[in-house]
C-alpha cells in the first residue's frame, strides 16, 4: 500500500504502517552514521544532553556527498543500519520512532522497534542521487568535525522509502524470502 507520512511520526502513524508498504515522508528527518551514534552514546553515558530531540524523530543512516551548486544536499544513499544496531535499541529507548537505512537488523534491535511501537525503513541502495531530489533542506547540526558523519537535519518531500519491519515485528526481507520460495 501507498502512504504519505509526515515527520515527526505520531505513533497513530507508526502504529498503522505494515512491512511491505511504501511510504513517502515528507516534514524534518535527522541523518547519523556510526561515528555521530558512538558520540549520542558517550553522551548518553555521561548523563549530557543530546544534539537532536529524539521524540518522534527519524533518523536516517546516510552521510552524504558535497551539494552541488544549488542543491541542498549531494548524493544521499542510505548505509548498512546494521553498523549501528548496538545503539539502535538505546536511542529507541529514549523516543527515536522511525530508522531508514538498508540491510537487517539484529534481534536486539527487532525488540526495541516492537517495545518501542517503531518502524524500520529501507531505501534504495544505489539510487542516493535520485534520492537527494527530495531532500529540499539541509542543516548541520552536530558533530561537524565528522564530516560526512555530522548530525544533519533535513527537509524532505515525498522521500520514498519501503516499510521492512513494522511495529509488530512483521520483516518484509523474511516474508519476502518465504513468498519467493513459494513461487520458485
Known sequence: MDRHINAPLTDEDALSLKAGDYVYITGTIYTARDAAHKR??????????????????????????????????????????????????NLLDRGFKGMIGKGKRSPQVIDAI??????????????????????????????????????????????????VIDHEGNNLYETAIEKYKELS
Open 40 to 89: 549520542m552514546q558517550e553522551a548518553i553515558d555521561k548523563n549530557e544532553s543530546l544534539p537532536i530531540d529524539m521524540d518522534h524523530n527519524i533518523i536516517y543512516y546516510m552521510g552524504p556527498s558535497p551539494a552541488r551548486e544549488g542543491r541542498p544536499i549531494g548524493s544521499a544513499g542510505p548505509t548498512t543500519a546494521s553498523r549501528m544496531d548496538k545503539y539502535a535499541p
Open 114 to 163: 516492537k517495545r518501542n511501537g517503531a518502524v524500520y525503513f529501507a531505501a534504495v541502495g544505489g539510487a542516493g542521487a535520485l534520492l537527494s531530489k527530495a531532500i529540499k533542506e539541509s542543516e548541520l547540526i552536530a558533530y561537524e568535525d565528522l564530516g560526512t558523519e555530522a548530525i544533519r537535519k533535513l527537509t524532505v518531500e515525498n522521500f520514498p522509502v519501503i516499510v
